[in-house]
């Protein structure tokens, strides 16, 4: 069986370049789209400071602010999902995707989910997760936001702390470069009585730079029951204090109200959600030839009202309770990056994070009417610190290492060291080797809320082996990538049965053992084509939801004149949406289309299609996702 996964494997990695190596010339267009390795790209999230990424032995792939406006779409996540390699995100709708049952939201990366933790998000390098659930807050992270995001794909503990155990993806918040005022108006309407509008006010005026945005979503859904409403917003000042000094305070605040149907053959009544999630931060930043730093405050926050509904079909009667809960998360973040002689940077950083809230059930009927059970109210604190070497070694090697020191205020101290190599060799070759640990310390809803809650468990870990080759050609028009990984994890909490009483118990006891070949390419045609595409295959010995085996992304985008127009196909095989003694996999092919008319100077026309096959699936077992959809609108710029 893995013979042959393996066959199939090897083999669209043959087709896949095999497509993306025809003949051409020029470079920085390639950087117009997504792609991994790209020679002279400077990426952030690998080293906290600028790093061109050839330096880095890490694989870092990028979207950027183009590729992100030429997907349509009010969401960051659909876009990563297209363009990244491994990485997945679960949804059950044409919009939005909530918390509750159903696991939607839900982001993957080489089967390691942000659901239970394992994965982090950051907004400019801040982490951004709910206090007592530990999982990245899905909603929050809109186009709106972005100037582009950059996808760590590997353990980034070393940098990054607890969750980031399987990954980081880092969204870049939006600037003005050059003096002036720009403004634009989104606007759209489509199936489903769907809406979304956008509004951004961008501002640049000698040392001050603004950005204000707010977006309104909504939608009915394809189901009875499924209506989603969503409000955003996004501001951030920066003020150039002098030529190498800079600060900048940013708010982002989403709040939805969701209706949620359940499984189709288990419907529900009365599930709904209303929830609101804000993120803050404020730091100061110092850029020199020789060296730069950051410190920075970051506060997030978040409320949820959730009504669980009920199930008619199986005898069930309306709920007696509704769950609410407040969390909060803030952290200080402070580092220095310094070149002592030449070809070496070392940076030196200390983080402090403190994390928890409190839930609690309202009785609004029943014999509890007018009473609360409170579940859980808590805090915990983690404090760390963290050296991170690089050195060139002549013009060809570049050698990485850190530790991270990481104390938490409950379980203890942790020790995590990375290490790796980058190989520049003849013909724009890239050839890096890595060796990296991870690490998750339980969150608050696994030790303290809910049966089977165990406070007693201790952190996860594992370890990711990683070989990357990378290669630009034809003066830049032509580049890809081959990744090939292997994670070994320990110590994985599962709930299994209670050995010392009855019911069931969160223990230390599970496993990682998943292998995956990654594969990327770009190639500009001409000025007016490009194609792109995207393969990756995730063995895994414990097979996990939405983690597909397969997953393949091939599009190529037409720029001419007024018009432009892009298109892609996805396919997913192998995508478990249920696991266990019976388990369920998926596979589906998806087409998207998108296009877009200058009428005026000031005025675009557009148009999105999304998976226009009509192709009947699920990502969530029992959760059928929408037909095809048409979204049309305009672009008002000012």
């Known amino acids: 069986m893995i013979n042959r996964k393996i066959r199939q494997c090897l083999g669209s990695i043959i087709l896949c370049t095999s497509l993306f190596y025809p003949e051409g010339s020029r470079a920085q267009e390639v950087a117009d789209s997504t792609r991994s390795y790209t ?3 400077v990426v952030v999230t690998g080293t906290r400071d600028a790093t061109d990424v050839r330096h880095l032995s890490q694989t870092v792939s990028v979207v950027n602010r183009r590729k992100i406006e030429q997907a349509m779409q009010p969401s960051l ?33 080489r089967g390691l989910s942000g659901g239970t933790a394992r994965m982090m998000v950051l907004i400019d390098g801040h982490p951004q997760y709910a206090g007592i659930f530990g999982h990245p807050i899905a909603d929050a992270y809109q186009s709106l936001l972005a100037d582009k995001v950059e996808v760590l794909r590997g353990p980034a503990s070393v940098l990054y702390g607890s969750n980031a155990m399987g990954g980081v993806v880092n969204v870049v918040t939006r600037k003005m470069h050059e003096d002036g005022v720009r403004t634009n108006l ?17 501002v640049r005026k000698g040392r001050f730079s603004s950005i204000v945005s707010g977006s309104y979503n909504r939608t009915d859904g394809h189901r009875d029951d499924m209506g989603f409403e969503q409000y955003g917003g996004y501001a951030k000042v920066g003020y150039d204090v002098t030529d190498n000094w800079n600060m900048y305070a940013d708010v982002n605040v989403t709040h939805f109200n969701a209706s949620y149907p359940g499984q189709v053959s288990a419907p529900l009544v009365d599930a709904y959600q209303r929830i609101t999630r804000g993120v803050s931060s404020f730091a100061v930043t110092n850029h020199y030839q020789r060296t730069s730093g950051a410190a920075s405050f970051f506060y997030n926050w978040g409320n949820h009202w959730i009504n669980d509904g009920y199930t ?17 998360m803030m952290g200080v973040s402070l580092y220095q990056s310094a070149q002592f002689f030449k070809g070496n940077r070392i940076t030196f950083g200390f983080d402090w994070f403190r994390y928890g809230g409190k839930a609690w059930t309202d009785y609004v009927a029943g014999e509890r009417e007018g009473t609360r059970n409170d579940l859980v109210d808590k805090h915990e604190d983690e404090i760390a610190g963290y050296v991170d070497f690089r050195q060139d070694i002549g013009k060809w090697l570049t050698l990485n290492a850190g530790i991270r020191v990481d104390n938490h205020s409950r379980i203890g101290t942790e020790w995590i060291p990375q290490a790796g190599l980058a190989f520049h060799l003849p013909s724009a070759i890239e050839l890096k080797a890595s060796a990296s640990e991870g690490f ?21 870990s594992m370890w990711n082996y990683e070989i990357a080759l990378s290669q630009t050609l034809l003066n830049g028009r032509l580049n890809y990538g081959v990744n090939v990984f292997y994670i070994d994890g320990k110590n994985l909490i599962m709930t299994l049965p209670n050995p010392n009483g009855s019911g069931m118990l969160n223990q230390n006891s599970g496993k990682i053992d998943n292998a995956g070949v990654e594969l990327m390419a770009a190639y500009r045609i001409n000025a007016y084509w490009s194609v792109d595409a995207n393969y990756s295959f995730l063995h895994m010995k414990n ?10 992304y091939a599009g190529g985008s037409f720029t001419k004149g007024r018009w432009s127009v892009s298109s892609g196909i996805q396919y997913i095989d ?3 949406t249920s696991v266990g003694d019976n388990p369920v996999t998926e596979n589906f092919v998806l087409w998207n289309l998108r296009g877009q008319f200058s009428a005026t100077q000031w005025l675009d026309l557009w148009l999105r299609g999304e998976n226009l096959m009509a192709q009947k699936y699920e990502i969530n077992a029992g959760y059928p996702m929408p037909g095809a959809t048409v979204m049309g609108g305009i672009n008002i710029h000012f």
């Open 312 to 328: 008619p079909s199986a005898g069930e009667t309306a709920q007696d309770g509704r769950f609410k809960s407040r969390d909060n």
């Open 440 to 460: 998750r310390y339980p969150i608050l809803r696994e030790m303290y809320m809910f049966p089977p809650q165990n406070p007693d468990l201790k952190p996860e």
């Open 39 to 41: 020679i002279g790209e």
């Open 543 to 552: 097979p996990v939801i939405a983690a597909p085996e397969h997953k393949l």
């Open 186 to 202: 989104h606007a759209g309407y489509g199936s489903y009585n769907t809406l979304e509008t956008e509004l951004t006010n961008m």
């Open 77 to 109: 996540l659909p876009v990563l999902t297209e363009n990244v390699p491994g990485l997945f995100t679960t949804a059950r709708g044409i919009m939005g995707y909530g918390v509750s049952g159903g696991a939607a939201g839900g982001i993957s990366l």
């Open 574 to 576: 192998g995508l478990y």
